[in-house]
């Protein structure tokens, strides 16, 4: 059985109306579910899945725009956004890398 296109999935204690094909992880999520015998739509929390999500919604700008200035966090966020996303690695580079240069252009 095929995962709906928008599915609503409780993660991490918090209802969103996740598309299948924007996070493709939850897709798989629910098959496995259902080929279980599971009917539950919630999952455990995900680290910085707030932000995945609004990534998926909105572009990617946003999830970088809206972390907090630790590295440690970045890479959680990096983790995630490999994990659940289909952002390629070109993508994220492409955007690091412009992040990278407009931080170093305002601090001159």
């Known amino acids: 059985m095929a995962a709906p296109e928008r599915v609503e999935i409780e993660v991490g204690g ?6 299948t094909i924007k996070i493709p992880y939850f897709a798989s999520y ?3 579910q ?3 015998g599971q009917t ?7 680290p910085f899945f707030e932000a995945a999500y609004q990534s998926a919604e909105r572009g ?13 966090a970045y890479h959680t966020l990096c983790n995630t956004l ?7 690695v070109d993508d994220l580079s492409t955007l690091l890398s412009r992040t990278s240069s407009q931080a170093r252009d305002t601090t001159k």
Do not use: M, Q, V, W
């Open 14 to 19: 918090k209802l969103y109306n996740i598309s």
């Open 60 to 72: 990617l700008r946003h999830c970088f725009r809206n972390s907090g200035p630790e590295i440690t």
């Open 82 to 88: 490999d994990f659940a996303l289909t952002h390629s």
């Open 30 to 32: 629910l098959d496995f």
């Open 34 to 36: 259902c080929h279980s």
């Open 40 to 46: 539950s739509k919630k999952h455990d929390e995900i």
